[in-house]
Structures are given as C-alpha cells and as structure tokens.
C-alpha cells in the first residue's frame, strides 16, 4: 500500500466504529472501486465542518445560532431532557415519545476519566435554570455511576422546589445507554420516569 493510502487508513480508523479492516474497506471502495464518490464526501465533509456548530442554547447541532427543535416555536420550552450526546438526542427524537426540548451535555462527570463540571456544556443549562425558563428536568442519563453521579450534581445545583426533576429509568437496563434502546424502550423509560430526589 501507498504512504497516502496509509494515512487515510490510519485517519479513518480512529473514527468510532471503525477497526483496521472496515478503514481498510472504506479506503479501498473510495479510492478504487467508487472514485467518482470521493468528491462529494470531501465537498459534504468542508461545508459540514464550515456551517455545523453547537446550538447556543442546548448544544445540538445546528447551522445558526439555534437548532432546529429550539427554533421550532410549537415545542414547549419549559419542560426539558437533559442527554449525554447528540445521538441521545435523536434515538429519543426517533421514538416520538417527547416533544420538549433538550440539553445535550456532551458527556458525563467521570473523575476517573478527567471529566469534571467544567468539561460538560452545563452554563447554558444553569442560564435556563436560572432564567425561570424551565418547568421540568427529565434526566435522561446512563444508568450507570458516571450518569448517576451527573445526575446528582445537576439536582444539588437546581433551587429546591422551583423545577421538577424526574429520571428515565425503567426499560434502560443497568450499564446501557440511550443511544443503543429500541423506540419500544425509550418510550417506556420516558413514560415511566420517577420524581429525582
């Protein structure tokens, strides 16, 4: 193989997902068997890289200042859950059993890992908080240590009394994620999430 070829190898393997032989396929088919497709995803990847950013608000993707669920004028603000990552987001947008807005964290507190509160996109959150904005707090977290752990430092964070606090937590088994639950289990876990205290 070509040092460039390598180098695209090596750069594709470090995407999630991808070991040394999917990299390898992906290169191949790109470079060999479907040249004619390489433009395109180079031209797809530099306008997404040059328009994509974190929605002000909630930190889902978007291309201006507000994502397209804060920008919808038909979602209720004042009742908002609270995921690890993007693609959180979309499994529960997918299962169609909310239609709140969200806060994407990008991540959880893992001081094993070096993720502490200043890692997570908490200000906009606590803003929201702050400014009366929200009503309801559905933690949608991992049911594990590092998500149980972040939902106890949002909780220790919100003024008692003022927002209701309820976590997902039936149908999600112990260890799992949003991300990887069918829709049947995501909109069961929604509809019987519990008071937070």
């Known amino acids: 193989m070509t040092p460039a070829f390598e180098k695209l ?10 070991g040394y032989r999917s990299a390898e396929r992906i290169a191949l088919n790109l470079l060999v068997e479907r040249p004619e497709r390489l433009p395109a995803l180079v031209a797809a990847l530099q306008t997404a890289a040059a328009s994509v950013r974190r ?8 291309e201006g200042e507000l994502c397209a669920i804060c920008a919808d004028e038909r979602r209720p603000t004042g009742v908002v859950c609270v995921v690890e990552q993007v693609p959180d987001l979309v499994a529960i947008e997918r299962s169609g059993a909310f239609r709140g807005t969200y806060h994407v964290l990008h991540g959880k507190l893992s001081p094993v890992q070096g993720i502490a509160p200043e ?6 959150l606590i803003a929201r908080l702050e400014a009366g904005d929200i009503q309801e ?9 590092e ?16 927002v209701k606090v309820s976590r997902i937590g039936f149908g999600l088994p112990s260890g799992g994620g949003v991300l990887y639950a069918d829709s049947v289990t995501l909109k069961s876990a929604l509809e019987g999430r519990r008071n937070y205290s």
């Open 55 to 62: 929605c002000t608000r909630c930190g889902n993707l978007a």
């Open 119 to 124: 890692h997570l996109n908490l200000v906009p």
């Open 147 to 162: 998500g149980e752990a972040t939902c106890h430092y949002l909780v220790d964070r919100i003024p008692a009394g003022k």
């Open 9 to 18: 190898q090596k750069h594709l393997k470090q995407l999630p997902g991808l």
């Open 137 to 145: 707090l559905i933690l949608a977290l991992s049911n594990d240590v």
